[in-house]
């Protein structure tokens, strides 16, 4: 039996090792190199010592917190109703379909919603406060980053928090907390897994965004992922465009590290919890 | 377990039947040896495919038309060799590089028998000198386009008119650093190759000063927008201005007097290439000036074939637009190929401009 475990476990090595693992290897060794080939540490000096990367890298770590930020805002109300309501297979599924839609039709979508001539603002304009400028700007990109996050932040949240246990809930009340005193003592805490699977799916994609910068921030909002496709594509510098992504690669382990260390914490205050979202 | 092995067998037997098909498919479109086959390496969209057809014809050769969307990947691909491209159109400084690389083998002009339609003024250009790499396909400018319904044709004549704070937030570019930089070089007087560090500095500060007057830079979607009257002035290139003309006439190309670049896709051998002799029948076929003439209509960019040019409609040969005077095109700059560092250069203060915000 152990044998054969072992042997449905090679598919999973062989695609870890090929596509996880041997790119991060390839992205480090070139991140090292010059155009030349040769080995230099250089690529990292340009970049710490570059005003621009260093703006650069703040942006886009203020962009995906912001838009982290608005997508748990909408997305915890959202998913604790949603597991109160009937029908609840439905409106997940409802919430999951626009993942189904390629990431590049849907950003054009939004190009026909807001552009000058597009529909919300033919409705401002019938409403009387008529057209404005709402394509390339910051709250554009939130939007549209936000709304194409939801639902990786959704579902994690959702999960959390249909597992939690009712009979906690009503103890909860039994022992005279208020509705307020019950959410942010027992659900909350109780849901934070789910919350912090929900950051890091999240987070970690939108600190390298670069189609929508372009086409709904109009390059008004630049981010790393901007720098990285010149690398590669323009000034062909792939040693340069590597190191930034090793950057990224930093800052996504940091921010894992910061939101599983708690989760830790929290098994061994709650010994007898088996599944967690 | 048992349901998850028949899923898993079911799938395995849709992608057979699926992959038989696909090969049955291409085995009914006759074998593809190298001998019978070009391999086309081009921009998608940038030929009449009635030509291709026509071309199939009258050789026998079977045409495999693949596409690149930009000359980097254009250039990755053909240095890795994995395909035997035959035939690829990259733009001017792009030719000078993959020159330099050695990626590119000398035309024999003997076997180019159409060669003598080509306008003197196309050729021997600093990239490519003498053509001995290259033929050109298709040529075009930099510009200005403009709506004439917010914008009057007196107001955007020159480059520096593009910093008029009339304009604030009305302007948008195309999101590539040597045609932005360049035309800030050009309103300072500078040539657009300039290596001199301090003067590309002077253009970056320049730009930064436009910043308030800048929508947005993006790529391809330019043509959508002008289409869709979103911004009132762009700055693109004059083979997206005549799709778009064509789609909206409130639309209008400037190529300022004082100067702009010149650029050129010209069709290179490879060295990748298998099959020579179809490259060289390829050639020659476009050349013909009936089919040049019928490639310039159907893409809306400027054909460098002289006997071509006189069979277009004069309403498309006397545009000033598309085909402008010669005492402009004398001022036009093709781009040289400034190697690694400054084109580094270029990237990085352009980088710097896209992210100042006053």
Redesign the interface.
């Known amino acids: 039996m152990k044998k054969t475990r072992s042997f449905f476990m090679v598919p999973y090595l062989v695609w870890i090792a090929l596509f996880v693992i041997a790119p991060l290897i390839l992205i480090l060794y070139q991140s090292l190199t010059n ?1 030349q080939g040769q080995f230099t540490l250089q690529n990292y000096v340009t970049y710490g010592t ?1 005003w ?1 990367y260093l ?2 890298t703040i ?1 886009s770590f203020w962009y995906a917190l912001l838009i982290t930020a608005v997508t748990l805002l909408i997305s915890y109300p959202t998913a604790y109703f949603l597991s109160k309501t009937k029908r609840q297979q439905l409106w997940l599924l409802l919430i999951i379909l626009p993942t189904w839609i390629n990431l590049l039709l849907k950003a054009y979508a939004f ?1 026909g919603l807001l ?3 597009g529909t919300v603002n033919q409705f401002l304009t019938f409403i009387g406060v008529g057209p404005k ?1 709402l ?2 700007t910051d709250f554009s990109f939130l939007l549209v980053a936000s709304y194409i996050e939801i639902p990786f932040m959704i579902l994690p949240i959702y999960n959390a928090i249909v597992q939690l246990d009712p009979a906690l809930i009503n103890a909860s009340r039994d022992l005279g907390a208020t509705n307020l005193q019950t959410f942010t003592k027992v659900v909350f805490p109780l849901t934070i897994s789910g919350v912090k699977a929900g950051i890091q799916a999240v987070f970690i994609p939108s600190l390298s965004l670069f189609m929508i910068t ?2 709904i921030g ?3 909002v ?1 981010t790393l992922g ?2 990285i496709e ?1 690398h590669f ?5 792939w040693g ?1 465009g590597s190191t930034i992504g090793v950057v990224l690669i930093v800052m996504m382990f940091i921010m894992m590290a910061l939101t599983n260390d708690r989760k830790k914490k929290r098994q061994e205050v709650l010994p007898n919890e088996k599944s967690e979202g | 377990m048992k349901k998850v092995f028949s899923l898993a067998l079911g799938i395995l037997a849709v992608c057979g039947i699926l992959w038989f098909g696909v090969y049955h498919l291409s085995q009914s479109q006759g074998p593809v040896t190298t001998k019978n086959t070009l391999n086309l390496y081009n921009w998608g969209d940038y030929i009449d495919p009635q030509l291709i057809t026509k071309f199939e014809k009258q050789t026998g050769y079977h045409v495999q038309y693949e596409t690149f969307d ?1 000359n ?2 254009m ?2 691909k053909i240095k890795q060799g994995g395909t035997p491209y035959d035939l690829a159109v990259p733009s001017d400084y792009m030719i000078e590089k993959m020159r330099k690389a050695n990626l590119l083998l000398p035309i024999d002009r003997k076997k180019l028998t159409n060669f003598k339609y080509l306008s003197a003024d196309f050729l021997n250009k600093s990239f490519d000198p003498k053509n001995r790499y290259s033929i050109p396909y298709f040529w075009g400018t930099l510009g200005i386009i403009y709506n004439d319904q917010q914008v009057k044709a007196s107001e955007v004549q020159h480059w520096n008119d593009l910093w008029n704070p009339k304009w604030k ?1 009305q302007l ?1 570019l195309v ?1 590539s ?1 040597r045609d932005i930089m360049g035309l800030t070089l050009i309103s300072q007087g500078h040539s657009v190759n300039t290596t001199n560090l301090a003067e590309m500095e002077a253009a970056q500060r320049k730009l930064d000063q436009l910043s308030g007057n ?6 391809d ?1 330019i043509k ?2 002008m289409i ?3 911004a009132p002035i762009a700055v693109t290139w004059s083979g997206e201005a005549s799709e778009m003309l064509a789609a909206n006439s409130h639309l209008h190309y400037v190529v300022p007097s004082e100067g702009s670049n010149l650029w050129f896709d010209n069709m290179v051998i490879p060295k990748t290439a298998k099959n020579k002799k179809a490259a060289y029948a390829f050639m020659n076929f476009m050349l013909e000036p009936e089919n040049a003439a019928k490639n310039a209509e159907y893409v809306g960019y400027a054909t460098p074939n002289e006997a071509a040019v006189k069979l277009l409609p004069a309403a498309v040969r006397n545009d000033k637009q598309f085909y402008p005077a010669n005492s402009t095109i004398d001022k036009l700059e093709v781009y040289q190929d400034l190697g ?1 560092t400054k ?2 250069q270029y ?2 203060l352009f ?2 401009f ?2 100042f ?1 006053q």
Request: hydrophobic content about 40%; charged content about 25%.
């Open positions: 155009n570059s621009t703006k650069m942006n190009i552009s000058r001539s400028q394509l390339f372009r086409l109009g390059n008004r630049i901007t720098a010149e594509l323009t000034t062909m510098n340069m | 930009s980097e990947a250039f990755t937030g948008m999101d650093a800048v929508k947005a830079i993006v790529a979607e959508l927008y869709q009257n979103e690694q084109v580094e990237n990085d980088l710097k896209k992210m915000r």
